[in-house]
T-cell receptor, first 111, second 115 residues
Framework: QKEVEQNSGPLSVPEGAIASLNCTYSDRGSQSFFWYRQYSGKSPELIMSIYSNGDKEDGRFTAQLNKASQYVSLLIRDSQPSDSATYLCAVTSGSARQLTFGSGTQLTVLP | NAGVMQNPRHLVRRRGQEARLRCSPMKGHSHVYWYRQLPEEGLKFMVYLQKENIIDESGMPKERFSAEFPKEGPSILRIQQVVRGDSAAYFC?????????????FGEGSWLTVV
């Protein structure tokens, strides 16, 4: 069974700090990795995608992928209260087109 | 800039009634996915469709649930004889093509409440 695991949190960081969100996946055939942000009562919003080992930066966000360790992370620099949300890790594998989601990590950035 | 459009946004049904949720994919997208999110839980894949074809329905409950994506018109997720456990947010998503490299975009969701 393909699984995506995330710490459910809640994770609290002070404003301006770095928030670090982690995700592990069980299927070694996984090929594409995504981070979505979901505010309460809203739909998931794509914030990062990563396909190869290493780091990918986009503004205050950095995604890190390590396929050997089956690990993907999201760093949020200079965290803002508006970053407070649930962050969902999602993975696609091989011929499967659909996303498999983790249960999400709830992040709170304290002013 | 029309994204993935879902309606109704909120739907209340009594136990035993039918619920129909509609989804129009983004322009140029021919692949549609339905996900369900129970309260305080993550998103669970239900079904993946292309025009007139169900590609993968491995996440669909065996009874009462069905989905279609006709040649013309929106994709429809149909839930017959709803029960309270069906209360959830149902998200539709679309992508332009097949393959894991295609980004999937979500609609705003349809919140079903069964009373």
């Amino acid at each position: 069974q393909k699984e995506v695991e995330q710490n459910s949190g809640p994770l609290s960081v002070p404003e301006g700090a770095i928030a670090s969100l982690n995700c592990t996946y069980s299927d070694r055939g996984s090929q594409s990795f995504f981070w979505y942000r979901q505010y309460s009562g809203k739909s998931p919003e794509l914030i990062m995608s990563i396909y190869s080992n290493g780091d990918k930066e986009d503004g205050r966000f950095t995604a890190q992928l390590n396929k050997a360790s089956q690990y993907v992370s999201l760093l949020i620099r200079d965290s803002q209260p508006s970053d407070s949300a649930t962050y969902l890790c999602a993975v696609t594998s091989g011929s499967a087109r659909q996303l498999t989601f983790g249960s999400g990590t709830q992040l709170t950035v304290l002013p | 800039n029309a994204g993935v459009m879902q309606n109704p946004r909120h739907l209340v049904r009594r136990r035993g009634q039918e619920a129909r949720l509609r989804c129009s994919p983004m322009k140029g997208h021919s692949h549609v996915y339905w996900y369900r999110q129970l309260p305080e839980e993550g998103l669970k894949f239900m079904v993946y469709l292309q025009k007139e074809n169900i590609i993968d329905e491995s996440g669909m409950p065996k009874e009462r649930f069905s989905a279609e994506f006709p040649k013309e018109g929106p994709s429809i997720l149909r839930i017959q004889q709803v029960v309270r456990g069906d209360s959830a947010a149902y998200f539709c998503a679309s992508s332009p093509g097949a393959g894991s490299g295609n980004t999937i975009y979500f609609g705003e969701g349809s919140w079903l409440t069964v009373v």
